[in-house]
């Protein structure tokens, strides 16, 4: 079964930062890319970042030079470093992975991000 699990989200003020953390488990974590996407309040969830196994990375004009996406294919955990928040970065913060070979994928459970001004 497939599982991922978000963690590290809370109450920050504005300029602060948080770490937020993933483990997956049930896939072969090594051929996936990983990803964290976010939804605010009365919006569509958006992509955030993205990270393929070899490291290449993606981020959304919105969080460029601010977050930072990493993983660690030894320990099946991705993680997503977040500095400067604003306060319209407040949303819960989802999880994602898609295989390369199988085309499947998944979402974790979500975590809350509150950045206040």
């Known amino acids: 079964q497939v599982q991922l699990v978000e963690s590290g989200g809370g109450l920050v003020q504005a300029g602060g930062s948080l770490r937020l953390s993933c483990v997956a488990s049930?896939?072969?974590?090594?051929?996936?890319?990983m990803g964290w996407y976010r939804q605010a309040p009365g919006k569509q969830r958006e992509l955030v970042a993205t990270i393929t196994s070899g490291g290449n990375t993606n981020y959304a004009d919105s969080v460029k030079g601010r977050f930072t996406i990493s993983r660690d294919n030894a320990k099946n955990m991705v993680y997503l470093q977040m500095n400067s928040l604003k306060p319209e970065d407040t949303a819960v913060y989802y999880c994602?992975?898609?295989?390369?070979?199988?085309?499947?994928?998944?979402w974790g459970q979500g975590t809350q991000v509150t950045v206040s001004s």
């Open positions: 994602h992975r898609a295989s390369v070979i199988s085309k499947g994928s998944s």
């Open positions: 049930g896939i072969a974590f090594s051929v996936n890319v």
